[in-house]
Each structure stands twice: as structure tokens, then as C-alpha cells.
């Protein structure tokens, strides 16, 4: 008779399955990589040209000309070309000095917070990280909203579809997120070659749309008469305007937006046949050209469309709605070039002004999986992208609720992301050129550090709703980290084990010793004195508690605790012989009790016996005990290391066994 087929899963279980596959795929081989290195199978020499990465991160830095001129006019009103001006000085003396630096200092991509996070150690460096990544959250996801946001105003504002969609810019901004979103969730190859696309046709219809500007400037002379009459009426001297520039510059940092991102995706650029992860020279230096090119074209830009947009656009115009704002060169272009050339345009500032979220989100992928998760303060599966992508997409349909999909009121959020990001880069760089002894750089980036922080406070002061916003995703980003953090504090939380040579040996003798079956036995010692009558005293208490017969074979384990704010790390043992005769296994660890379970499965499924371990019991409060293990790594330890074990090995027949007496 023939044996029946197994019955097939139910439909609906087949199909959550292959979901879940889908959602956590590469999260097996991301998790492999720990303290956030790269893929090794990745070579170090593979990715993308320089200039078609700039394209990349130029969908952001670029983008910002639909929205940039209209900002300075409200800003600096006649004033705006000039402020602009100071704004290019900062950017090619200040911000791209800068990041050159942090390109050679973070290769792959982390920017000035892995910088930064090597200066701080424990908790208080882990806390440093949060909140810059609560930073780094605003700038990004401010930017795929506030982008989003303006490009439904360009498509809103449209006269061939304004009757059509009056009054539905927070719908269209939702629906721009989302297709966003999707993007990701499909795959990301192909973003590059889109975003060069998309760059190359905006920039040429922008070089258009300035080239009639500056010939309707130059066919009016009055214009430029009137312009500087007003000005000086209003202002009086250079220095007044000058200091008047200073001033309001602060408004204007969202010009800057472009060069933390342009450091996230760094790990696209191509580089030499010979570079290697520790040392990627080909990356380093094309990300140089990347981001010299971007600035020097965006600077250009920008001077030239501020001073076009104030001269020809008038005053009442730029105000909220006023017909050029949020879009001061679409309103040229449709002015000055027809409504067909201006409707292309509206369609090309959609277009970037959409995909200028994608590098955004690409920046966020880049950083919070290389942190959140090694910290132990998200789950495992925020290591995969695809979810972490569907997180970031609820979140800015969040934030384009609460701001009603105005840009306006987003440009205080993100000018703040922008320039804590870039004032932490500033001091991060002061502080590698100090370190490598560099004298002139240093008093340099020292001197780029005060600007960028004078600029920041200004900000702040002037739009505090900016940093209000950023410390409720920086509380945000610590409650939720913290909660994770507590929530899987009894996972094994060990990447690897490492035995020396003595230790194998200790291993093996008590393995071969052990022939009557009644398993390999250590002892748990906190270590103190470490003489004789330490290891002589608690081999006796652990025989008398437990009943053990003297020729039982017993080796003590001792714990060091390194940094008890890291998650996972690898567990090397030692093994050591004091006093002639009491051998000791020396592990080095973050956590006392996760670094036992994880010997003791190494033992397990090393010589294939089931081990045992004898512990006394701590004495005080087991709230305080936990709270010790929780921060600190010790505590209680005999009920958490059984803890560790019970969710590590589900099955009870081979989980090694805990004795407290």
C-alpha cells in the first residue's frame, strides 16, 4: 500500500511564511557582521562611480533649489543674494573641509557618529550615540517629508491640475511617501540609475530657467538699479549688510542639507581594485569628488537663483500663499518660459523632490541597523531593511500629519537636524586633527566648530519648535531602545567563543574524566582575593551545599566585566592554574550570567555532555539585582544565567543544569 503524502500547510500558513521570508531577507548574513562592518563578501573595490553616487545624494542636496530661494527671500528679503553668498562661503571654506575629513575618518558611511562614539565609553557614550541618532532621525525623515511636502505644493499649484487637486496637499504628500516606501520594499538597485536621471534633467532645465532670468535681468537694467537702490535705502553700507547676512544665515542652513548625506551613502562609491574595508583609499577619494562637485555646483546655483528669484519675483509672492512660494523658480519658469516648459519643470521638481526622500531613507538604513541593534535597543529584525523601512514610512506619514504637510513649518525641524549633524561633525574632525597632532587643521576646524555651533543656537533660539521636535524623536528613540533593551536582556547575547589552548585543555580532561555520566561540573566564583583560601573555601561550601563526593572534578569559572553597555560581544576564556592545583576558566564578557550560559552551551555541544554549574545565592532586593544586571551586567546572577539557558535551549533534557546553594 502506498504510503499517503504528507498533508500540504494550510494556504494561509504557506503564505505567512513566505511573507516573513520576504520581509527578513539578508537578515541572516547582515547579523553576522558585528559593530557594524561590512559584508566580507562585498568586496571593498565594488559599487558605484563617483559621479553617479553624487547623483544620489544630489536628489537631496540638489532638490533643495525648489524650496532654497524662496526661504532666503522670506529670510533676507532684498537682502537674499548676498546672505546667500555668506551661505556658499560656509559651505566651501566651513562644511566641505569637513566632511572630507569625515569621509577619510568613516569610510563606511556612519559619519561623525562612529567618530564620535570612540571618545565615549559605557552608558554615557551610548546615550551621546542615541541622541545623535535622534538628530539624525529629524534631518532624515524631515527630509523625506518636507520634501514630499513640497512637491505635492509644486503639483498642487500646478494651473493645469489645480481645480483638480485644491485643497488635497496632505493626501498627495501621503501618497508621494508612500510610493517612496515602496521603493524600498521592492529593491533599491536601481536607485542610482534613476537618481541620475532625475539629477541630469533638473539641472539642465534649472541651467535654462537661470540662463532667461539672467538675460531678462541683463535686458532691464532698471531692475538691478532699482534692487540696489532699495537695498542701500534699507540697509545703508556693505558692513550693515554684511552683518545683517550674518544674522540670518542661520535660516538658511537647509542649503547645507546635502553633506550628511552624501556621507550615508558613501558604501556605494566604487573603489580601487585594491582597497580593503579597513582602508578603502578609492572610496575615500572618490567621496571626495563627490562631495567638492556637489558643493561647487549647488553654490553656484544657489547664488545665481537667489539673485534671479529677488530681482524678478515680487516680495508679496514669496509670502505664505503667495504664488512663488515653496517654488520661486517654478514661478519663473512658468512666467517666463510658458506653462508648457513650466509644467516640464513641475514635473522634473516632483520627480527629485520625490526621490530626494530616497536618499534620506537610504542615510536612515545606513545608520540606525549599524547601531540600535548591536546595542541591544531594537530587535533583530531591524537589522533587515524591508521592515525597517515600513517603520520609517508610518512614522513620516506621522510627522506629515502632525505638520499638515506644510513645508514651512517643517524647516525648523530640519534646518536643526541639519545643523547639530553638522556642528557634531565639525567638533568630531577638530578632534582627529588635535589627536594626530595637526596644529593648523585643528585650530581650523576649530575655528568652522564655533560657526557651525553659533549658527545651531541661533536656530534653536529663533525656531525652538526645531529642537522641540528632534528631542521627541531623541526621547523617543531611548524609551523605545530602552524598553527593547530590557525586553531581550535574557537572550545569549554572545557572538562567538573563543578557547585558548589551556582552556580546550581543561575542557577536554573533564570531559574524559567523566565516565560514569554524571556530567562536567563548574563552579561560579566571583573573584576577590584569588588566594588559596578563596578557591579552598568555596570548594568546600560547593561540595557541602550540594552534596558532591570529593572525587568529583571541578573547575572554577570567573567573569570579567568589561563595558556592561555593549549587547553582544565575542567571549574569549582563558584558562589559568593557581596555586598548583585549582584550575580556573577566566572569561572576559559585558554580562556575568549571559557569558555562563553561553560556556556552558559551548561545552554542551563541544564534548556532548551536559554540564553543570554551582552558584550561592546574592543576597538584596531582586529589583536591585536586576537593575544591576540591566546596567552593569551582574546582579543576581544564578536565576538569570538559568534564564539565559531556558530561552537559548528550549528543550529541558539537554539544557545544562544550574545549582544554587
Known amino acids: 500500500m502506498a504510503t499517503p503524502a504528507p498533508a500540504a500547510p494550510p494556504a494561509g500558513t504557506s503564505m505567512r511564511h513566505r511573507l ?67 551661505l556658499v562661503i560656509v559651505t566651501l571654506v566651513g562644511a566641505l573641509p569637513v566632511y572630507r575629513r569625515v569621509a577619510e575618518e568613516s569610510p563606511r558611511g556612519e559619519g561623525s557618529i562612529a567618530m564620535l562614539e570612540r571618545l ?74 534613476v537618481a541620475v536621471a532625475l539629477v541630469g534633467l533638473y539641472l539642465a532645465l534649472n541651467v535654462a530657467v537661470v540662463a532667461v532670468g539672467l538675460w531678462h535681468v541683463a535686458t532691464a537694467p532698471h531692475v538691478v ?34 553633506f550628511e548625506t552624501g556621507v550615508a551613502v558613501m558604501p556605494h562609491v566604487e573603489g580601487d581594485p585594491d582597497d580593503t574595508d579597513e582602508r ?189 521636535i528632534g528631542a521627541c524623536f531623541i526621547a523617543g528613540i531611548i524609551l523605545l531602545s530602552f524598553l527593547s533593551r530590557v525586553a531581550r536582556a535574557f537572550e545569549l547575547r554572545v557572538t562567538s567563543v573563543v578557547l585558548d589552548d589551556t582552556a580546550e585543555q581543561f575542557i577536554r580532561d573533564i570531559a574524559r574524566r567523566d565516565v560514569d555520566g554524571r556530567g562536567i561540573r563548574f563552579i561560579a566564583n566571583e573573584p576577590d582575593q584569588r588566594d588559596v583560601a578563596e578557591y579552598r573555601d568555596k570548594l568546600q561550601q560547593i561540595r557541602t551545599d550540594n552534596d558532591l563526593p570529593s572525587a568529583d572534578d571541578l573547575v572554577f569559572v570567573e567573569v570579567t566585566v568589561g563595558d556592561p553597555s555593549e549587547f553582544e560581544s565575542e567571549l574569549r576564556v582563558r584558562g589559568e592554574v593557581l596555586h598548583g592545583r585549582y584550575r580556573v576558566l577566566c572569561l572576559e564578557s559585558s554580562t556575568i550570567s549571559n557569558a555562563l550560559a553561553a560556556l556552558l552551551l559551548h561545552v554542551r555541544d563541544t564534548t556532548g555532555q551536559r554540564p553543570h554549574i554551582y552558584f550561592e545565592w546574592t543576597e538584596g532586593s531582586p529589583f536591585a539585582q536586576f537593575l544591576r544586571f540591566f546596567l552593569f551586567g551582574q546582579g543576581e546572577v544564578a536565576p538569570v544565567t538559568r534564564e539565559v539557558l531556558r530561552e537559548a535551549e528550549p528543550d529541558r533534557a539537554r539544557r545544562p543544569r544550574v545549582h544554587v546553594g
Not at 21 to 27: F, H, K, P, Q, V
Not at 44 to 55: L, N
Request: include cysteine; glycine fraction near 8%; hydrophobic fraction near 55%.
Open 20 to 86: 516573513r521570508a520576504w520581509m527578513l531577507e539578508g537578515l541572516a548574513d547582515i547579523a553576522k557582521h558585528q559593530q557594524g562592518a561590512q559584508p566580507a563578501a562585498e568586496p571593498a573595490h565594488k559599487g558605484q562611480r563617483w559621479w553617479r553616487v553624487m547623483c544620489l545624494t544630489g536628489v537631496d542636496y540638489f532638490s533643495t533649489l525648489g524650496y532654497q530661494p524662496g526661504i532666503a527671500a522670506l529670510a533676507a528679503g532684498l537682502l537674499s543674494p548676498v546672505a546667500t553668498i555668506v
Open 280 to 468: 578603502p583609499a578609492g572610496r575615500i577619494r572618490g567621496t571626495k569628488k563627490l562631495l567638492t562637485t556637489a558643493a561647487v555646483i549647488m553654490s553656484v546655483f544657489l547664488i545665481l537663483t537667489s539673485f534671479i528669484t529677488t530681482l524678478l519675483i515680487p516680495a508679496d509672492a514669496f509670502k505664505p500663499g503667495g504664488d512663488a512660494n515653496g517654488r520661486a523658480l517654478a514661478y519663473l519658469a512658468h512666467e517666463y518660459l510658458g506653462s508648457a516648459f513650466g509644467t516640464v519643470y513641475d514635473i522634473s521638481t516632483i520627480a527629485i523632490l520625490w526621490f530626494a526622500g530616497a536618499s534620506a531613507m537610504a542615510g536612515l538604513l545606513n545608520l540606525m541597523p549599524r547601531y540600535l541593534p548591536r546595542y541591544g535597543m531594537a530587535p533583530h529584525w531591524a537589522r533587515a531593511v524591508r521592515p525597517m523601512v515600513l517603520v520609517f514610512t508610518l512614522v513620516a506619514f506621522l510627522v506629515t500629519w502632525i505638520f499638515n504637510a506644510d513645508v514651512d513649518a517643517q524647516g525648523g525641524a530640519y534646518a536643526t537636524g541639519v545643523l547639530v549633524l553638522i556642528s557634531s561633525a565639525a567638533i568630531a574632525v577638530t578632534i582627529a586633527a588635535r589627536r594626530a597632532r595637526q596644529r593648523g587643521w585643528t585650530l581650523g576646524f576649530a575655528a568652522i566648530s564655533l560657526v557651525f555651533l553659533y549658527t545651531t543656537v541661533a536656530n534653536v533660539i529663533e525656531r525652538p519648535d526645531g529642537v522641540k
Open 120 to 193: 565615549l565609553t559605557f552608558w554615557k557614550g551610548k546615550l551621546f550615540v542615541l541622541t545623535l541618532l535622534g538628530f539624525a532621525a529629524t534631518d532624515f525623515l524631515i527630509t523625506i517629508t518636507l520634501s514630499a511636502a513640497d512637491a505635492s505644493t509644486h503639483l498642487v499649484e500646478n494651473p493645469h491640475v489645480s481645480s483638480v487637486l485644491h485643497n488635497q496637499q496632505m493626501i498627495v504628500t501621503l501618497v508621494l511617501v508612500a510610493l517612496l516606501g515602496a521603493v524600498f520594499l521592492k529593491g533599491f538597485l536601481e536607485a542610482i540609475g
Open 225 to 258: 538699479t532699482d534692487w540696489s537702490h532699495a537695498l542701500t535705502t534699507q540697509h545703508g553700507n556693505v558692513v550693515a549688510m554684511v552683518g545683517l547676512a550674518l544674522l540670518v544665515f542661520p535660516k538658511l542652513a537647509l542649503g547645507l542639507s546635502g
